[in-house]
């Protein structure tokens, strides 16, 4: 691909870019979180990057940066690998290398002790240079060869300005004489006739078998060969009179990268010819450029003065921006008449194409077409005449300029009807149906709309039955029969004919059939039924995934838009192969997708802003040579511990991890994080990574972009994580790994299994003495057992006693409630025949008084009177019921008797009134007084048993009941 443009004629305006830019990625100083300049650029055999940077080495292996800093913390101003496959840095008043600790870290080592100590004070180190199996090392005082473990210095006349390689002569510049070279240990002269002037040398590099290309900050280039120098020509103008130029290389045998201050960077070829220049305008982040590299893949580095920037200068893939301020969006692009035509947003532009290959190398700027402004939907060539669906309407271009055909409504697209061309009668799909267009004269006339369809057409198409299939973004798909124009039969098919959907469904004519893109695959019309269902060819393609788009290119190949990703499905070979191309991953305009396959060399796709081009034949050529790094190993449990650090030998080795790199880990680190990476910048986005845990997954996880991986809580066990790596070609990396042991925790150790055992011994001693215990103790147990059933014998006996002295307690107790029962009855018989005496008494003695005196009548009321107040009978029921009352309450009265034997009658008969706890009342009732005489009878009886006045009366006498009676 690089090599396209060696025949360029020098007739072009150096002025003019090319109309393709490669990708460009901007890595500010945010991303990468170390200094801003880097200079210094290299890399090592698996692709990962180093910087000199202002904060220390910085690192990328595409998905991690990682910053190492001096012990010193200065500058690095430069880097280089050795061939002992160390990395050497240089920085402010140090050198040395880094090399990875025993944990695959890197670390700095310096090499100034090995200088005496008048050498050991110097300014920067500007260059570092490998030559044969020393290293070189250049700041303004000295030069420093390091070999093996000895450092010669060599100081400078005036001052050392550059050192540099060139077809194995080490050369360095000193200020007063000039250009010298390294021999046998001496600086020699380097040239005899020099027409270089005084000026800074920046670059050094072959420019063939025996020349050498030198550049110079601003007096120009010059090209060394035969011990001459002789400037380098321009084929016009220089475009560098008044830059200074930091830093050249050769991207290729034929051309060069050169580094500005202000402007970017340009690509010469040998002739002196521009080929493309690079600036903030094409999407650096700045133009002052410090260091230019090529990596392995041949694709640009960029050291800014601020940032680094990638150019993707070797991929197939480039940027067309017909607009200087790149805002358009790319609907539609078309070739003819020697014009390439991309219609925008923005509107439709033009520009003259060659017989070139590649047209994105072609140079110049892109015409606006005048009237075009605004969108432009649709380029299509019918009768050899160009015709463009705009926003504004249907127009014809020619010779530039536009032709209005209908300015009535947008249109989307045109048709012929007929298969042969010319066609007479042309189709217009636009907003709200479809019109007729007649072709008379070399030029077009509407006819005016179909008849029975009104519906946006931006996706038509037409099949070999006279048939228009037409579909509708959120209604469904349409089938329009025009065998007879005048009177279409229109049809209206969703997703009860089979579609999916009635939303979504794009369509195309593919292989010479009428397709719907659909979002669960590829659908086709079924004739037979009348209706859809999944394609039949596309199922094995594509299943039920989202397709937006489809294109068929000129050697059969099927071009697609699946979700928001481009693809293609490669016919070309003697099986179908699918090609992504991540690069374009969500960059395309979404509903309004756009592929214009030209030919193999140039494929255009409508983007976000403006378009791509794609080299398809070199895309294919581009196999990448991919590798996988495992960069990080971390365990974590409270805290994070780093394992392993990215390298198992020197920076450059190709060893794999060593016997003694097997780590084994404490388990309470037993959660492990993994980092990886495939060091393939130009295609990143493509790239894919399977892992697998050896010892623990049982299979390979599913591909993925995930580029780190955690396992938490893993048992004892030794383990060998394993990561692949897979690009967008399908090509595949080899395995790499990273073994480790977890250790058990400390109640599985080896100390704590024969702690185990001694235990067991001692708890089997113990179980054999415990037996041999319990048999001599058998017989005696035997005795016991029988002593003891004799025993649960009489405690049985003794129980069953206790449960009849229960009974019999139950049973008196019921008795007992049974006779305090009665008693309470004769007492309440007693306390109501005592307040019948009384009211009759009360009668009596009422009546009486109103006798007036009658002898005869009061003398019978006096003798009733007497009779009422007749005590015997109410003593003899006293006696019977005392007998009762003693028989109740054990004795209560007797007792009370026997401890109290000055108590009268009346007295005792209180005592028992008290123990069947009757109140006052109710005793005044019983004895047939007041309660106030109650009360003087309580108060003698409490003084005659001499109870305290803080004593209850009724606790007192159950006191003395409970009392032994006296013997």
Same mark, same amino acid.
């Given at each position: 691909?690089?090599?396209?443009?060696?025949?360029?004629?020098?007739?072009?305006?150096?002025?003019?870019? @090319?109309?393709?830019?490669?990708?460009?990625?901007?890595?500010?100083?945010?991303?990468?979180?170390?200094?801003? &300049?880097?200079?210094?650029?290299?890399?090592?055999?698996?692709?990962?990057?180093?910087?000199?940077?202002?904060?220390?080495?910085?690192?990328?292996?595409?998905?991690?940066?990682?910053?190492?800093?001096?012990?010193?913390?200065?500058?690095?101003?430069?880097?280089?690998?050795?061939?002992?496959?160390?990395?050497?840095?240089?920085?402010?008043?140090?050198?040395?290398?880094?090399?990875?600790?025993?944990?695959?870290?890197?670390?700095?080592?310096?090499?100034?002790?090995?200088?005496?100590?008048?050498?050991?004070?110097?300014?920067?180190?500007?260059?570092?240079?490998?030559?044969?199996?020393?290293?070189?090392?250049?700041?303004?005082?000295?030069?420093?060869?390091? %070999? %093996?473990?000895?450092? #010669?210095?060599?100081?400078?006349?005036?001052?050392?300005?550059?050192?540099?390689?060139?077809?194995?002569?080490?050369?360095?510049?000193?200020?007063?004489?000039?250009?010298?070279?390294?021999?046998?240990?001496?600086?020699?002269?380097?040239?005899?006739?020099?027409?270089?002037?005084?000026?800074?040398?920046?670059?050094?590099?072959?420019?063939?078998?025996?020349?050498?290309?030198?550049?110079?900050?601003?007096?120009?280039?010059?090209?060394?060969? %035969?011990?001459?120098?002789?400037?380098?020509?321009?084929?016009?103008?220089?475009?560098?009179?008044?830059?200074?130029?930091?830093?050249?290389?050769?991207?290729?045998?034929?051309?060069?990268?050169?580094?500005?201050?202000?402007?970017?960077?340009?690509?010469?070829?040998?002739?002196?010819?521009?080929?493309?220049?690079?600036?903030?305008?094409?999407?650096?982040? %700045?133009?002052?450029?410090?260091?230019?590299?090529?990596?392995?893949?041949?694709?640009?580095?960029?050291?800014?003065?601020?940032?680094?920037?990638?150019?993707?200068?070797?991929?197939?893939?480039?940027?067309?921006?017909?607009?200087?301020?790149?805002?358009?969006?790319?609907?539609?692009?078309?070739?003819?008449?020697?014009?390439?035509?991309?219609? #925008?947003?923005?509107?439709?532009?033009?520009?003259?194409? $060659?017989?070139?290959?590649?047209?994105?190398?072609?140079?110049?700027?892109?015409?606006?077409?005048?009237?075009?402004?605004?969108?432009?939907?649709?380029?299509?060539?019918?009768?050899?005449?160009?015709?463009?669906?705009?926003?504004?309407?249907?127009?014809?271009?020619?010779?530039?300029?536009?032709?209005?055909?209908?300015?009535?409504?947008?249109?989307?697209?045109?048709?012929?009807?007929?298969?042969?061309?010319? =066609?007479?009668?042309?189709?217009?799909?636009?907003?709200?149906?479809?019109?007729?267009?007649?072709? @008379?004269?070399?030029?077009?006339?509407?006819?005016?709309?179909?008849?029975?369809?009104?519906?946006?057409? &931006?996706?038509?198409?037409?099949?070999?039955?006279?048939?228009?299939?037409?579909?509708?973004?959120?209604?469904?798909?349409?089938?329009?029969?025009?065998? $007879?124009?005048? /009177?279409?039969?229109?049809?209206?098919?969703?997703?009860?004919?089979?579609?999916?959907?009635?939303?979504?469904?794009?369509?195309?004519?593919?292989?010479?059939?009428?397709? *719907?893109?659909?979002?669960?695959?590829?659908?086709?019309?079924?004739?037979?039924?009348?209706?859809?269902?999944?394609?039949?060819?596309?199922?094995?393609?594509?299943?039920?995934?989202?397709?937006?788009?489809?294109?068929?290119?000129?050697?059969?190949?099927?071009?697609?838009?699946?979700? +928001?990703?481009?693809?293609?499905?490669?016919?070309?070979?003697?099986?179908?192969?699918?090609?992504?191309?991540?690069?374009?991953?969500?960059?395309?305009?979404?509903?309004?997708?756009?592929?214009?396959?030209?030919?193999?060399?140039?494929?255009?796709?409508?983007?976000?802003?403006?378009?791509?081009?794609?080299?398809?034949?070199?895309?294919?050529?581009?196999?990448?040579?991919?590798?996988?790094?495992?960069?990080?190993?971390?365990?974590?449990?409270?805290?994070?511990?780093?394992?392993?650090?990215?390298?198992?030998?020197?920076?450059?080795?190709?060893?794999?991890?060593?016997?003694?790199?097997?780590?084994?880990?404490?388990?309470?680190?037993?959660?492990?994080?993994?980092?990886?990476?495939?060091?393939?910048?130009?295609?990143?986005?493509?790239?894919?990574?399977?892992?697998?845990?050896?010892?623990?997954?049982?299979?390979?996880?599913?591909?993925?972009?995930?580029?780190?991986?955690?396992?938490?809580?893993?048992?004892?066990?030794?383990?060998?994580?394993?990561?692949?790596?897979?690009?967008?070609?399908? +090509?595949?990396?080899?395995?790499?790994?990273?073994?480790?042991?977890?250790?058990?925790?400390?109640?599985?150790?080896?100390?704590?299994?024969?702690?185990?055992?001694?235990?067991?011994?001692?708890?089997?001693?113990?179980?054999?003495?415990?037996?041999?215990?319990?048999?001599?103790?058998?017989?005696?147990?035997?005795?016991?057992? &029988? !002593?003891?059933?004799?025993?649960?014998?009489?405690?049985?006996?003794?129980?069953?006693?206790?449960?009849?002295?229960?009974?019999?307690?139950?049973?008196?107790?019921?008795?007992?409630?049974?006779?305090? #029962?009665?008693?309470?009855?004769?007492?309440?018989?007693?306390?109501?025949?005592?307040?019948?005496?009384?009211?009759?008494?009360?009668?009596?003695?009422?009546?009486?008084?109103?006798?007036?005196?009658?002898?005869?009548?009061?003398?019978?009321?006096?003798?009733?009177?007497?009779?009422?107040?007749?005590?015997?009978?109410?003593?003899?029921?006293?006696?019977?019921?005392?007998? /009762?009352?003693?028989?109740?309450?054990?004795?209560?009265?007797?007792?009370?008797?026997?401890?109290?034997?000055?108590?009268?009658?009346?007295?005792?008969?209180?005592?028992?009134?008290?123990?069947?706890?009757? =109140?006052?009342?109710?005793? !005044? &009732?019983?004895?047939? *007084?007041?309660?106030?005489?109650?009360?003087?009878?309580?108060?003698?009886?409490?003084?005659?048993?001499?109870?305290?006045?803080?004593?209850?009366?009724?606790?007192?006498?159950?006191?003395?009941?409970?009392?032994?009676?006296?013997?």
């Amino acid at each position: 691909m690089i090599t396209l443009l060696l025949g360029w004629t020098a007739g072009v305006c150096q002025a003019q870019n @090319t109309i393709g830019i490669p990708d460009i990625v901007n890595y500010p100083r945010n991303v990468y979180n170390a200094g801003t &300049q880097n200079r210094g650029i290299v890399q090592d055999r698996y692709g990962i990057l180093y910087f000199a940077n202002y904060q220390g080495l910085l690192s990328f292996d595409g998905n991690y940066w990682k910053t190492y800093p001096l012990p010193n913390k200065t500058i690095v101003r430069s880097v280089a690998l050795g061939k002992d496959n160390r990395i050497y840095a240089g920085g402010q008043d140090d050198f040395g290398y880094f090399s990875p600790d025993k944990n695959g870290r890197l670390a700095f080592t310096s090499l100034k002790n090995l200088l005496s100590e008048k050498n050991s004070s110097f300014s920067d180190i500007w260059f570092i240079v490998p030559y044969g199996n020393d290293v070189f090392f250049m700041s303004r005082e000295m030069i420093f060869q390091l %070999n %093996n473990k000895t450092i #010669t210095v060599y100081p400078a006349a005036s001052e050392w300005r550059f050192l540099g390689e060139s077809n194995r002569q080490l050369v360095a510049q000193d200020g007063r004489n000039g250009l010298l070279e390294f021999r046998d240990g001496l600086w020699t002269p380097f040239v005899k006739e020099s027409a270089l002037p005084a000026s800074w040398v920046t670059c050094l590099f072959p420019f063939g078998k025996d020349s050498s290309f030198l550049g110079t900050v601003n007096t120009g280039f010059f090209v060394l060969a %035969n011990n001459k120098i002789t400037p380098f020509r321009f084929a016009h103008e220089n475009p560098f009179v008044n830059e200074r130029v930091l830093t050249a290389i050769a991207v290729n045998k034929d051309w060069l990268a050169i580094g500005t201050n202000l402007d970017g960077i340009y690509i010469v070829n040998k002739k002196g010819e521009i080929i493309q220049n690079l600036s903030r305008t094409e999407g650096l982040q %700045n133009n002052n450029i410090l260091m230019l590299f090529l990596d392995r893949n041949k694709n640009l580095w960029m050291g800014l003065d601020n940032g680094i920037d990638f150019v993707a200068f070797n991929n197939a893939i480039k940027h067309i921006y017909p607009e200087k301020l790149n805002e358009g969006l790319g609907y539609t692009s078309l070739i003819y008449n020697k014009e390439l035509f991309v219609g #925008t947003s923005n509107g439709l532009y033009s520009l003259p194409v $060659d017989d070139r290959e590649d047209l994105s190398f072609l140079r110049g700027e892109f015409r606006s077409i005048p009237g075009t402004k605004g969108s432009t939907w649709g380029l299509t060539e019918i009768n050899g005449t160009l015709l463009l669906g705009h926003h504004d309407g249907a127009f014809q271009v020619s010779n530039d300029r536009l032709v209005p055909i209908d300015t009535s409504r947008a249109y989307w697209t045109f048709l012929p009807y007929a298969n042969v061309l010319p =066609s007479a009668l042309v189709l217009g799909g636009d907003g709200v149906g479809i019109n007729l267009l007649r072709y @008379t004269g070399n030029h077009f006339v509407q006819e005016g709309n179909l008849p029975g369809y009104a519906a946006s057409s &931006q996706f038509m198409a037409i099949d070999n039955n006279n048939t228009v299939w037409v579909a509708h973004p959120y209604r469904g798909v349409y089938k329009i029969d025009l065998n $007879d124009l005048a /009177h279409p039969k229109v049809k209206l098919y969703t997703e009860k004919n089979g579609l999916p959907s009635y939303l979504k469904n794009h369509l195309f004519k593919v292989k010479n059939h009428i397709v *719907i893109a659909t979002e669960k695959g590829v659908y086709e019309y079924n004739a037979g039924r009348d209706g859809f269902g999944l394609s039949p060819y596309f199922k094995d393609f594509f299943g039920e995934r989202n397709i937006r788009a489809l294109k068929e290119d000129a050697a059969g190949n099927i071009w697609f838009i699946e979700d +928001n990703s481009l693809g293609v499905i490669d016919l070309s070979g003697s099986q179908p192969e699918t090609i992504y191309f991540p690069e374009l991953s969500g960059r395309m305009v979404a509903d309004y997708e756009h592929i214009y396959p030209y030919n193999k060399y140039n494929v255009f796709v409508g983007a976000e802003r403006g378009f791509y081009h794609i080299n398809y034949e070199e895309y294919k050529k581009n196999h990448y040579p991919i590798q996988v790094r495992i960069r990080s190993v971390r365990a974590f449990g409270k805290k994070d511990s780093v394992l392993f650090g990215g390298y198992f030998g020197e920076v450059d080795d190709s060893l794999g991890q060593p016997a003694a790199a097997v780590y084994s880990i404490s388990n309470k680190w037993n959660s492990v994080h993994f980092e990886y990476s495939s060091p393939l910048y130009a295609v990143h986005n493509s790239i894919s990574y399977s892992y697998y845990l050896k010892g623990f997954d049982r299979d390979w996880s599913d591909w993925s972009k995930k580029t780190e991986k955690d396992y938490t809580n893993l048992p004892a066990g030794t383990y060998s994580f394993q990561v692949r790596s897979k690009s967008n070609m399908g +090509n595949e990396s080899a395995i790499s790994s990273y073994t480790f042991t977890i250790l058990p925790p400390w109640y599985q150790t080896a100390w704590a299994y024969a702690g185990y055992v001694l235990l067991l011994a001692g708890l089997l001693y113990l179980v054999f003495f415990w037996q041999r215990r319990i048999f001599r103790q058998q017989q005696k147990k035997h005795e016991e057992e &029988q !002593a003891r059933l004799q025993y649960l014998h009489q405690l049985e006996m003794d129980k069953s006693e206790k449960e009849i002295v229960k009974l019999r307690n139950e049973k008196l107790e019921a008795e007992i409630a049974h006779k305090n #029962t009665e008693l309470a009855s004769a007492a309440m018989h007693l306390v109501q025949k005592g307040e019948l005496l009384g009211n009759i008494r009360e009668e009596l003695v009422r009546m009486k008084k109103g006798a007036n005196g009658d002898g005869a009548g009061a003398e019978e009321f006096k003798k009733m009177l007497r009779i009422l107040g007749d005590d015997n009978k109410m003593d003899k029921d006293w006696e019977q019921f005392a007998i /009762h009352f003693d028989q109740v309450h054990s004795d209560f009265l007797k007792t009370i008797k026997s401890v109290y034997p000055a108590l009268s009658a009346h007295e005792l008969k209180l005592c028992a009134y008290l123990r069947m706890n009757l =109140s006052s009342k109710e005793i !005044a &009732q019983l004895e047939n *007084i007041s309660v106030r005489g109650v009360e003087i009878s309580r108060y003698r009886l409490r003084k005659k048993l001499k109870i305290p006045t803080e004593t209850n009366l009724f606790d007192f006498l159950m006191e003395v009941h409970a009392r032994p009676a006296p013997s």
